[in-house]
């Protein structure tokens, strides 16, 4: 099971790491993705990290984004830079590719 937290709000420009927890003790075996949803749109893959480091981002992201992992903490990270409104979404996380297992997320607010 995975948990995002580290959301908040936060003005245009500004900064936020995001974290995804996970229990169990396979969680160094498995990709793990970063998703988002803004209000009215389809849930979308913001960011992707593999097993063994490989990373890869959606277009908008690419520079600003970057996403992490320790394997000892069980926790993957999303350092999210140079923010912008358009960032506003509850993010989550789960294993890549999706197996649906959302959980609440975290709320990203960027305000203008």
């Known amino acids: 099971q995975l948990q995002a937290s580290g959301g908040g709000l936060v003005q245009a420009g500004g900064s936020l790491r995001l974290s995804c927890t996970a229990s169990g003790s396979t969680f160094s075996t498995y990709a793990i993705g970063w998703y988002r949803q803004a209000p009215g749109k389809q849930r979308e893959l913001v960011a992707s990290?593999?097993?063994?480091?490989?990373?890869n981002y959606e277009d908008s992201v690419w520079g600003r984004f970057t996403i992490s992992r320790d394997n000892a903490k069980k926790t993957v990270y999303l350092q999210m830079n140079s923010l912008k409104p358009e960032d506003t979404a509850v993010y989550y996380c789960d294993t890549f590719p999706t197996q649906g297992a959302w959980g609440q997320g975290t709320l990203v607010t960027v305000s203008s």
């Open positions: 990290i593999g097993a063994g480091g490989t990373t």
